[in-house]
């Protein structure tokens, strides 16, 4: 998602299609540190590129590992290159952002290491990062031998971690670590004590229950594939074997992340009803994490589900869906997903065993039980549980829904935008949900909401449009792309539809003035637009042709061919197909008139002749192109005259637009003003 303050998602009504999953954070940031302990190099295929793992990476590079990239997209590899035990850097200043999967082990592995091999560390994050906990780890590596320092708050980060060449562990006595406030307090020991077992076997027992056990699976996973067998009784007592040592296994898959799958599989118990199912591809049946089995908990909701190695197919089962009381210390992640869908449940839901939400990115309980009642549902939480009462019918609101830099809370209170279809609503409900500061979903899903916007429905008229139109050289086309970006909507540049029908006919041959041929043309117009580092892209029949679309000469030949009305007409249904979720930003010349008539906000740039004139002869000037003031301005004078008399969809302002005269202003005072508006016409309650 894009750097915008908040993404509007339209009352969504279905879900169907495919999607491929990012890897598993939980399985990435410890391939990536085990991989950099290791002794030789390891591939690793399918790495999630997030915000988490970005830190580890930039982390393992201060600290000497070789990192190398091969191949694009994703068939992109990293090829790491260890350490064997041993830093190359004796110092070192780590900044860990808010990721405790990387916090918490490097923490471990680091004074593990300084304590034997000599170093000095410092770890800090973003102020969040040093609210959370570590303090239970920090507990079981002192009496090891181990000096960490709190630069902080006591038991919080930022930490500094150090020690002398030549110094050794107290290893002889088993090892103890709380495992009731995080299991990544295991985790980490689990991957650092292997760097010092060269003399003797290492215990690490449990006090309290574990939480979070699937978790420590997925370690105890991992660690035998760089080497290191684990012998484990029960929960709560694991033994690490004498001169156990990393050894890359040569190559690493990462499989999809499961807690990603959930809001996948949700969307489709909710919203994949009477057609294809939501499918997702990259976990499945074969999944080594623990979160696959949200799964069991959506099915005893109502979901119906298929799966295979690597896959999923979800469809709507039962409807509403059922409540449940579930103990959810299997699926900590995952059951925040839970607590949304229980917007589309009978009775009350009510999810226990949750007290790590506490200590999270967020506190958990608390934020989700605040943003659902946002959204108009009763809520009831407890220190390690909450209960959530959908909406009464007719009680669904439209809401700005708080993320606290929380991409889980982003991603699963998304899905509270499907309200057109809550069992306990009216048939024609719909409320709007706004995301505020969207891009949180960087931390594992950087491309979460592309994802989403790709698989839903909405019924058109839900599908809000903002008409961006002005004669030629006013600035529309500039301005309306910059609204888009800011909004994370569709863009639809009109013109560059006009322009490219009429260089569709230069190729082929076909007059200007030959307005059935033209027509035809139109209609089976082959186009399509993207986005690139240097702006908008555009294909003709798989060719690129941006920059031919740009050019004058391409302006005055669309300025011909919209006049004619079978042209117009040609090309109106593929102007109408890009109103697609989140919303559109139209820009033309009779976008709030003709094509989107019932618009919410239509607005209409007014600068003079002699303005746009001077604007357009910088712009060739600056490209070199020579051309004179007066000539601009005559011609724009001319298109003026041409666009307000054509018999069909005449230039004019529609009669409930804006008047914006942008003679003097900037985009980004023209954007503001534009959002101003905008803002003005949404029906979110402002939040303090």
């Given at each position: 998602?894009?750097?915008?303050?908040?993404?509007?998602?339209?009352p969504l009504t279905g879900a169907s299609g495919t999607v491929r999953l990012p890897g598993s954070k939980s399985i990435s940031n410890r391939v990536l540190l085990l991989a950099g302990l290791a002794s030789g190099t390891t591939a690793v295929h399918d790495l999630l590129d997030s915000d988490d793992t970005r830190v580890m990476l930039a982390a393992l590079a201060t600290l000497g590992c070789g990192l190398q990239w091969q191949g694009e997209g994703r068939h992109r590899v990293l090829h790491l290159t260890g350490l064997g035990g041993r830093l190359a850097v004796q110092e070192a200043d780590l900044f860990l952002g808010n990721a405790g999967t990387a916090m918490r082990p490097l923490a471990a592995a680091l004074a593990v290491l300084a304590a034997t091999h000599g170093g000095r560390y410092t770890l800090r994050g973003v102020p969040r990062m040093h609210e959370r906990p570590i303090g239970d780890l920090v507990d079981a590596l002192r009496p090891l031998g181990c000096t960490v320092e709190d630069l902080g708050t006591p038991g919080y980060p930022p930490l500094r971690v150090s020690g002398t060449a030549g110094g050794e562990l107290a290893t002889q006595?088993?090892?103890?670590?709380?495992?009731?406030?995080?299991?990544?307090?295991?985790?980490?020991?689990?991957?650092?004590?292997?760097?010092?077992?060269?003399?003797?076997?290492?215990?690490?027992?449990?006090?309290?229950?574990?939480?979070?056990?699937?978790?420590?699976?997925?370690?105890?996973?991992?660690?035998?594939?760089?080497?290191?067998?684990?012998?484990?009784?029960?929960?709560?007592?694991?033994?690490?074997?004498?001169?156990?040592?990393?050894?890359?296994?040569?190559?690493?898959?990462?499989?999809?992340?499961?807690?990603?799958?959930?809001?996948?599989?949700?969307?489709?118990?909710?919203?994949?009803?009477?057609?294809?199912?939501?499918?997702?591809?990259?976990?499945?049946?074969?999944?080594?994490?623990?979160?696959?089995?949200?799964?069991?908990?959506?099915?005893?909701?109502?979901?119906?589900?298929?799966?295979?190695?690597?896959?999923?197919?979800?469809?709507?089962?039962?409807?509403?869906?059922?409540?449940?009381?579930?103990?959810?210390?299997?699926?900590?992640?995952?059951?925040?997903?839970?607590?949304?869908?229980?917007?589309?449940?009978?009775?009350?839901?009510?999810?226990?065993?949750?007290?790590?939400?506490?200590?999270?990115?967020?506190?958990?309980?608390?934020?989700?039980?605040?943003?659902?009642?946002?959204?108009?549902?009763?809520?009831?939480?407890?220190?390690?549980?909450?209960?959530?009462?959908?909406?009464?019918?007719?009680?669904?609101?439209?809401?700005?829904?708080?993320?606290?830099?929380?991409?889980?809370?982003?991603?699963?209170?998304?899905?509270?935008?499907?309200?057109?279809?809550?069992?306990?609503?009216?048939?024609?409900?719909?409320?709007?949900?706004?995301?505020?500061?969207?891009?949180?979903?960087?931390?594992?899903?950087?491309?979460?909401?592309?994802?989403?916007?790709?698989?839903?429905?909405?019924?058109?008229?839900?599908?809000?449009?903002?008409?961006?139109?002005?004669?030629?050289?006013?600035?529309?086309?500039?301005?309306?792309?910059?609204?888009?970006?800011?909004?994370?909507?569709?863009?639809?540049?009109?013109?560059?539809?006009?322009?490219?029908?009429?260089?569709?006919?230069?190729?082929?041959?076909?007059?200007?003035?030959?307005?059935?041929?033209?027509?035809?043309?139109?209609?089976?117009?082959?186009?399509?637009?993207?986005?690139?580092?240097?702006?908008?892209?555009?294909?003709?029949?798989?060719?690129?042709?941006?920059?031919?679309?740009?050019?004058?000469?391409?302006?005055?030949?669309?300025?011909?061919?919209?006049?004619?009305?079978?042209?117009?007409?040609?090309?109106?249904?593929?102007?109408?197909?890009?109103?697609?979720?989140?919303?559109?930003?139209?820009?033309?010349?009779?976008?709030?008139?003709?094509?989107?008539?019932?618009?919410?906000?239509?607005?209409?740039?007014?600068?003079?002749?002699?303005?746009?004139?001077?604007?357009?002869?910088?712009?060739?000037?600056?490209?070199?192109?020579?051309?004179?003031?007066?000539?601009?301005?005559?011609?724009?004078?001319?298109?003026?005259?041409?666009?307000?008399?054509?018999?069909?969809?005449?230039?004019?302002?529609?009669?409930?637009?804006?008047?914006?005269?942008?003679?003097?202003?900037?985009?980004?005072?023209?954007?503001?003003?534009?959002?101003?508006?905008?803002?003005?016409?949404?029906?979110?309650?402002?939040?303090?």
């Amino acid at each position: 998602m894009h750097d915008i303050p908040f993404l509007d998602l339209p009352p969504l009504t279905g879900a169907s299609g495919t999607v491929r999953l990012p890897g598993s954070k939980s399985i990435s940031n410890r391939v990536l540190l085990l991989a950099g302990l290791a002794s030789g190099t390891t591939a690793v295929h399918d790495l999630l590129d997030s915000d988490d793992t970005r830190v580890m990476l930039a982390a393992l590079a201060t600290l000497g590992c070789g990192l190398q990239w091969q191949g694009e997209g994703r068939h992109r590899v990293l090829h790491l290159t260890g350490l064997g035990g041993r830093l190359a850097v004796q110092e070192a200043d780590l900044f860990l952002g808010n990721a405790g999967t990387a916090m918490r082990p490097l923490a471990a592995a680091l004074a593990v290491l300084a304590a034997t091999h000599g170093g000095r560390y410092t770890l800090r994050g973003v102020p969040r990062m040093h609210e959370r906990p570590i303090g239970d780890l920090v507990d079981a590596l002192r009496p090891l031998g181990c000096t960490v320092e709190d630069l902080g708050t006591p038991g919080y980060p930022p930490l500094r971690v150090s020690g002398t060449a030549g110094g050794e562990l107290a290893t002889q006595q088993p090892i103890r670590v709380r495992g009731d406030v995080s299991s990544q307090f295991l985790t980490a020991l689990l991957l650092a004590l292997p760097l010092v077992s060269a003399q003797r076997d290492i215990t690490i027992e449990v006090e309290g229950e574990l939480i979070s056990k699937p978790y420590i699976s997925i370690t105890l996973n991992l660690l035998q594939r760089f080497g290191i067998a684990v012998r484990q009784e029960g929960w709560q007592r694991f033994t690490i074997p004498q001169g156990s040592a990393y050894r890359s296994p040569g190559a690493v898959h990462v499989e999809g992340d499961a807690s990603s799958a959930s809001y996948f599989v949700a969307l489709g118990a909710i919203a994949a009803h009477g057609g294809a199912p939501v499918r997702i591809e990259g976990v499945g049946s074969d999944s080594i994490q623990g979160d696959i089995r949200f799964v069991d908990a959506a099915v005893a909701m109502g979901a119906q589900v298929k799966s295979g190695p690597g896959w999923l197919e979800v469809h709507r089962g039962r409807w509403p869906l059922a409540a449940i009381d579930l103990d959810c210390k299997h699926i900590p992640d995952a059951a925040m997903t839970l607590a949304v869908m229980a917007l589309y449940a009978e009775g009350t839901t009510r999810l226990r065993g949750i007290a790590s939400w506490r200590v999270k990115e967020t506190d958990r309980i608390a934020a989700m039980a605040t943003e659902l009642r946002q959204v108009g549902a009763t809520v009831v939480e407890g220190p390690d549980f909450i209960e959530v009462t959908p909406p009464a019918p007719g009680a669904w609101r439209p809401a700005s829904i708080r993320t606290y830099d929380d991409h889980r809370m982003a991603m699963c209170l998304s899905l509270a935008a499907f309200n057109p279809l809550a069992p306990t609503g009216r048939a024609d409900a719909g409320c709007p949900v706004r995301i505020l500061e969207p891009r949180c979903v960087g931390k594992t899903f950087p491309d979460y909401f592309e994802a989403l916007l790709a698989l839903v429905t909405a019924r058109n008229e839900d599908i809000p449009v903002i008409c961006i139109d002005g004669p030629t050289a006013s600035g529309k086309g500039t301005l309306a792309a910059a609204v888009a970006d800011a909004l994370g909507y569709v863009l639809l540049d009109s013109g560059a539809l006009y322009r490219a029908t009429g260089l569709a006919a230069q190729w082929d041959g076909v007059a200007d003035t030959d307005e059935p041929a033209l027509a035809r043309l139109a209609g089976l117009l082959d186009l399509r637009f993207g986005h690139g580092p240097e702006g908008s892209r555009a294909w003709l029949r798989g060719r690129e042709v941006s920059e031919q679309l740009r050019t004058e000469e391409a302006g005055l030949r669309a300025s011909r061919i919209s006049a004619l009305p079978a042209v117009r007409h040609a090309l109106q249904d593929l102007q109408l197909a890009f109103r697609r979720a989140p919303g559109l930003v139209a820009d033309g010349r009779d976008m709030g008139t003709v094509i989107f008539p019932a618009a919410p906000l239509k607005v209409y740039l007014t600068a003079s002749a002699a303005t746009r004139a001077t604007r357009r002869h910088k712009q060739l000037i600056s490209k070199g192109i020579p051309a004179s003031i007066d000539d601009l301005r005559a011609d724009l004078e001319a298109r003026d005259a041409r666009d307000k008399n054509r018999a069909v969809a005449p230039l004019k302002p529609a009669e409930d637009a804006y008047l914006l005269d942008n003679s003097d202003l900037s985009v980004e005072d023209s954007v503001q003003q534009v959002l101003s508006w905008w803002q003005g016409r949404r029906p979110f309650p402002a939040r303090s």
